[in-house]
């Protein structure tokens, strides 16, 4: 695949910092604590190197997969008016938009495009989504495990995609930095779930990792 290195404007490359600003910073760990305090933006300019198909593949794919906890979130929120699945839910959007910038910069061919929250492409997201929204409407408590869920879900994929798939810097520093932001939203739902007596044991990732996470 022939790939194109467009030359992005000094306003978008603002936004990004902006957004990655955001992914960083944000760790909402109360029920009534706001939005972290966001920097400056900084200048951050994209190495534009050459995409492999695999590093397409998982841009592809964890564009929808930050969708799909967008969009749980808002959901949730509807049913449990609790601050941490709205402030997070922003986040999430800020993780969207972070990679979207990152297709629009390689000129790949969005998967979300104008799909409304609750719909995909990919069916396993699909299958997913309306399992998580069946399981978290049971209960505030559960509501909370399963954001607790897919912040494990999104640490092992993106760290997957760290480990195995991804050698463009671009690629590179923007998962590094949802990844960071997915352990600051781990913290938070394990925190908040103390708060309501509930000890969350970890689905997915390992006890070890898991503990590691939450010390830092």
């Given amino acids: 695949m022939k790939t194109l290195y467009p030359h ?11 957004l990655l600003t955001i992914t960083q910073c944000t ?15 900084e200048e951050l300019a994209m190495q534009l190197q050459e995409l492999t198909e695999d590093e397409i593949n998982g841009i592809l794919f ?31 959007q800020a993780h969207m938009d972070a990679i979207k910038y990152l297709i629009d910069t390689y000129q790949l061919e969005d998967p979300v495009d104008e799909n409304p929250p609750g719909v ?24 909370l495990k399963v954001g607790a869920l897919i912040e494990e879900v999104d640490i092992i994929d ?7 798939t991804a ?23 394990v925190r908040v779930l103390v708060l309501y007596d509930v000890d969350y044991t970890p ?11 939450l010390e830092e």
């Fill in 8 to 18: 992005p404007s000094p306003l978008l490359i603002m936004l990004f910092g902006l």
């Fill in 27 to 41: 760790d909402l760990s109360g029920l009534d604590e706001g939005l972290a305090p966001v920097n400056e933006p």
């Fill in 62 to 92: 964890m564009r929808e997969e930050e969708k799909l906890a967008r969009d749980v979130y808002l959901y949730l929120y509807e049913l449990y008016p609790l601050r941490p699945f709205l402030n997070i839910s922003k986040s999430e």
């Fill in 120 to 143: 995909f492409q990919n069916e396993e997201l699909q299958q997913l989504y309306d399992e998580l929204i069946e399981k978290g409407s049971k209960s505030r408590e559960e509501a």
């Fill in 158 to 164: 993106l760290q997957t995609e760290l480990e195995e």
């Fill in 167 to 189: 050698i463009n810097e671009d690629v590179i520093r923007v998962f590094t930095n949802l990844c960071s932001a997915s352990e600051n939203h781990l913290r938070a739902f």
């Fill in 203 to 213: 689905e997915l990732l390992d006890q070890e990792e898991f503990d590691r996470i």
